[in-house]
C-alpha cells in the first residue's frame, strides 16, 4: 500500500508540483493545504502517514505546527522544507521533533521515501 | 516737574529751619528739641523729593513731600502768630497730616492705591479730615484752647474763617471716635497687605508697614488715652515719640532706597558671575540677582518663532496674578523670557539692567538651545533612515524569497517530473532538462546569495546567535564565539551587530593576514557591547569605506566604535550599541 502524504505550502504553484512530484514518486497525496491552521484539521481528516511541512507560513511557524503534530496520537511523520537553507534556522530544526529536513531545491520523492522509510 | 522739586527743595528747609527758630525765639522749644523735631520734617521732605526724582513712576515721593509739609507747615502760626493768614493755612494743614500718612502707607511702594476697601478707607480719612478742619476754622479760636483747640496762643489771631467760639469738645470728641475707628481698620489693612504679599514685595514693603504701625498705634493711644488734651508742645514726653514717629516714616524709605541702591551692586555681581568658566546657568544667575528662586527662563527660538524651556521643550508664557512675564529684547524678535514674581515689577530697574547684563550670556544659551534641539532632529533623523533602509532590505530579501525563488523552485520540480516522464530516452532531451536543471541551481544559489547580502533571513527568523554563528561558518578564518545573547534584541540594534560583524570579518579576510578571530557580544545593561579581535597585521585605517559605514550605522543608533589597529598588534574593534 502506497504511502499517505500530506502537502502544507502556501504557493500553490510549489505546492501543486510538489503533490505531482511525490504522485509520480509513488506517494499517495491525500491532501495539500496553504496555511498552519488547516493541517490539524486535514491530519485528523485524511490520517497521512507523512506531512511535508513547509517552514515558513504566513500564519504561524512550521515549526510549531510540527510540535503540534508530535503530540497527535498516531501521528504522522513530518519532514519540514523550506526554500532557505537548513543553516538560515541555527539549531531550531536540530530542536524540533520533525523527523528531519529537504531543502526545496534538493526535494525528491525518493530523498521524502528516504527519511520517512529511517525506522 | 524738576523746577518745582528744586522750589520744593528750597522752601523745605526754609520752612523747616523758620519754624524751628521760631518757635525757640517763642520759647516753645528748646533748641534740641527744635532740631530733632523739624530736622525729622525736612527728613521727610528730602527722602521725599530723592523718591521722587529716582522712581518718577511712583507718587510715593509726591506723598512723602507732602507729608513733610503738612507737618512743619501748622507751626507758621507760633512764628506769625498775629496774622490770621497763618492761622488758616495752619489749622487746614495739621488736618491733612493723619490722612496722608494713611495714603503714603497703604499704597506704598507704587503712590497708587489698588483695593477699593483701601481707596475707601482713605476717602474716610479724609473726610473726617475736612470735619475737623472745618469745626476748627469756623467756631476755635486759639486764645480758647479749652473750647476744644489743642494750642493755648493767648497773642495768636483767629483764622479768616473764624464766625463764632463755640464750645465743640463733643462733636470733637465723636470725631475722634470715628478717626480711632478708621486707624484700627488702617492697621488691619496693613496686616493684610503684609499677609498677601508674596515674600519679595514683603521685602519692600516691611519697612514702611512698621513706621505705618508704629504711628498707628501711637495715634490711637494718643486720642483714646489722652483725648484731645494732650499737647506736644508741654507734654515732653509726648513730643519725643511724635519726633519719633515723623523720624521712621523717612528713615524706613531712605531703608528701602539703600537697598535699591544695592541692585547695582547686585547686577554687577551678576556679570561677573556670567563670565566664569565653567559658565552657570544663565537661569540660576538671574534668580539669584533677583532675589526670586522660583524664576523661569524661556529662550527664543526664532527658527520655531516659539519660546523653549531649558529641557527644549515648547512654552507659552503668559502673565497671572501669581506670575509675570517680562519679555527681553525687541518685541518682534525677543531673546529670552522671564517668568517671574509680580513685586520684581517694583524693581523695574533691576530687572531691566540685569536682563540686559545678561543680555549676552543669553543669546550664547539660546545659540545652545537651537545647536541642541537641532542635533536631537539629525540624531534622531539619521536613526531612522538606518531603520528605513533596514525595513527596506528586510521587505527585499522578502519579496525575493517569496517571489522569483519559489518560481524557480516550482520550475526546478516541473523539471524533475518532466525527466521522470521522458525517461532515458528523448533525442537527448534528457541531457538538455539536466543542464537546465544545473542552471536553475546556479540561478538559485546566486538569488539566495543576493538575498543573504541584502539581509539575512536567518537574523529575521532566529535573531543574533544563529545568524552569528552563520557568518562565523561562513569566514575563511576561523572564528571563536565566546558569548553571544540568547535572548532577541530590538531589530536596528540587531542589524547594526550582525552587519558591524559581517562587515569586520569581510575586512579581516581581506586585508588582515589573520589565522584566528575571537568575537565576544554580550547583553551589558541597556546596550549590547560587540568585541572582535584578529591576530592579523593590523594597521588597519578606521576612516577606510567599511569601518567608516559601520561606524556611522552604530553611531546613528547613539552607539560608539573604537578601532584600535597598530601594524603588527593585529586589530580590535569595541562597539557599543544602545538596545533599550
Known amino acids: ?119 | 516737574m524738576s523746577a518745582l522739586r528744586l522750589a520744593l527743595l528750597l522752601a523745605g528747609p526754609a520752612l523747616c529751619a523758620g519754624v524751628g527758630l521760631g518757635a525757640v525765639d517763642h520759647d516753645r522749644l528748646t533748641p534740641i528739641q527744635a532740631v530733632a523735631g523739624y530736622g525729622a520734617d525736612f527728613a521727610a521732605i528730602a527722602v521725599g523729593l530723592i523718591v521722587w526724582r529716582r522712581r518718577p513712576e511712583s507718587r510715593t515721593g509726591i506723598l512723602l513731600v507732602l507729608f513733610g509739609f503738612a507737618f512743619a507747615l501748622p507751626d507758621l502760626r507760633i512764628v506769625f502768630h498775629g496774622s490770621p493768614a497763618a492761622q488758616t493755612a495752619g489749622m487746614a494743614a495739621i488736618e491733612v497730616v493723619v490722612p496722608v500718612f494713611g495714603l503714603l502707607v497703604l499704597s506704598y511702594p507704587t503712590g497708587r492705591l489698588a483695593s477699593r476697601v483701601d481707596r475707601g478707607l482713605v476717602v474716610a480719612g479724609f473726610s473726617l479730615a475736612a470735619g475737623y478742619a472745618l469745626l476748627e476754622l469756623l467756631f476755635l479760636s486759639p486764645r480758647e484752647p479749652h473750647a476744644g483747640g489743642y494750642t493755648e496762643c493767648f497773642e495768636c489771631a483767629d483764622p479768616w474763617t473764624h464766625v463764632k467760639t463755640y464750645d465743640v469738645l463733643g462733636i470733637r470728641d465723636g470725631l475722634d471716635v470715628a478717626i480711632s475707628v478708621l486707624a484700627l481698620l488702617f492697621l488691619v489693612r496693613l496686616v493684610r497687605k503684609l499677609l498677601v504679599t508674596t515674600r519679595r514685595q514683603r521685602e519692600v514693603v516691611l519697612p514702611l508697614a512698621f513706621a505705618g504701625t508704629f504711628v498707628a498705634v501711637e495715634f490711637i493711644v494718643q486720642i483714646s488715652v489722652f483725648g484731645a488734651q494732650v499737647d506736644s508742645w508741654t507734654n515732653r514726653a509726648w513730643f519725643w515719640i511724635v519726633v519719633a514717629s515723623t523720624l521712621v516714616v523717612p528713615l524706613s524709605l531712605a531703608a528701602g532706597l539703600l537697598w535699591g541702591r544695592g541692585a547695582r551692586a547686585a547686577v554687577a555681581d551678576l556679570v561677573l558671575e556670567l563670565e566664569r568658566t565653567p559658565p552657570v546657568p544663565v537661569r540660576d544667575a538671574l534668580a539669584r540677582t533677583l532675589g526670586d528662586p522660583s524664576l523661569e527662563l524661556a529662550l527664543w527660538l526664532p527658527e520655531q518663532r516659539a519660546f523653549v524651556d531649558g529641557a527644549g521643550d515648547r512654552v507659552d508664557p503668559t502673565s497671572s496674578a501669581e506670575r509675570t512675564v517680562t519679555v527681553l529684547g525687541p518685541n518682534d524678535s525677543p531673546l529670552a523670557a522671564l517668568i517671574h514674581d509680580p513685586a520684581l515689577l517694583e524693581r523695574r530697574a533691576l530687572l531691566d539692567s540685569a536682563g540686559a547684563a545678561a543680555r549676552l550670556a543669553l543669546e550664547n544659551e539660546r545659540l545652545q538651545a537651537e545647536l541642541r534641539a537641532q542635533l536631537v532632529e539629525i540624531r534622531r533623523s539619521r536613526a531612522r533612515i538606518v531603520e528605513a533602509g533596514d525595513q527596506e532590505r528586510r521587505r527585499l530579501e522578502r519579496d525575493l524569497h517569496d517571489g522569483a525563488q519559489q518560481r524557480l523552485l516550482s520550475l526546478g520540480l516541473a523539471l524533475q517530473l518532466a525527466r521522470a516522464r521522458l525517461g532515458a530516452g528523448g533525442n537527448g532531451a534528457d541531457d538538455l532538462l539536466a543542464e537546465a536543471d544545473g542552471e536553475l541551481r546556479a540561478a538559485l544559489d546566486e538569488l539566495r546569495e543576493l538575498a543573504q547580502g541584502i539581509h539575512p533571513a536567518v537574523l529575521t527568523e532566529q535573531g543574533l546567535g544563529p545568524a552569528l554563528r552563520t557568518l562565523a561558518e561562513r569566514s575563511p578564518v576561523p572564528v571563536r564565539i565566546e558569548s553571544v545573547p540568547d535572548e532577541r534584541l530590538p531589530g536596528p540594534a540587531e542589524a547594526a551587530v550582525y552587519f558591524l560583524v559581517s562587515e569586520a570579518l569581510a575586512n579581516v579576510a581581506k586585508h588582515a593576514q589573520a589565522t584566528s578571530v575571537r568575537l565576544r557580544v554580550a547583553q551589558a545593561g541597556s546596550a549590547v557591547a560587540v568585541e572582535l579581535e584578529d591576530d592579523g597585521v593590523g594597521g588597519a585605517n578606521p576612516d577606510g569605506s567599511g569601518l567608516r559605514g559601520l561606524a556611522d550605522r552604530v553611531q546613528a543608533l547613539d552607539g560608539t566604535v573604537a578601532i584600535v589597529s597598530e601594524p603588527g598588534a593585529g586589530t580590535r574593534i569595541r562597539a557599543e550599541i544602545p538596545c533599550a
Open chain 1, 1 to 119: 500500500m502506497a504511502t499517505t502524504a500530506l502537502v502544507v505550502d502556501d504557493h500553490p504553484s510549489f505546492r501543486r508540483f510538489a503533490c505531482r512530484l511525490l504522485e509520480a514518486g509513488g506517494f499517495d497525496v491525500v491532501g495539500a493545504v496553504a496555511d498552519g491552521a488547516s493541517v490539524l484539521p486535514a491530519v485528523r481528516k485524511a490520517r497521512p502517514d507523512v506531512v511535508l511541512l513547509d517552514v515558513l507560513l504566513p500564519d504561524e511557524s512550521g515549526l510549531e505546527v510540527a510540535e503540534q503534530l508530535a503530540a497527535e496520537p498516531n501521528g504522522p511523520v513530518v519532514v519540514l522544507t523550506s526554500s532557505r537553507s537548513a543553516a538560515d534556522f541555527g539549531d531550531a530544526l536540530a530542536r524540533s521533533s520533525a523527523r528531519g529536513f529537504i531543502g526545496k531545491r534538493d526535494l525528491t520523492a525518493s530523498a521524502l521515501s528516504a527519511l520517512v522509510g529511517e525506522p
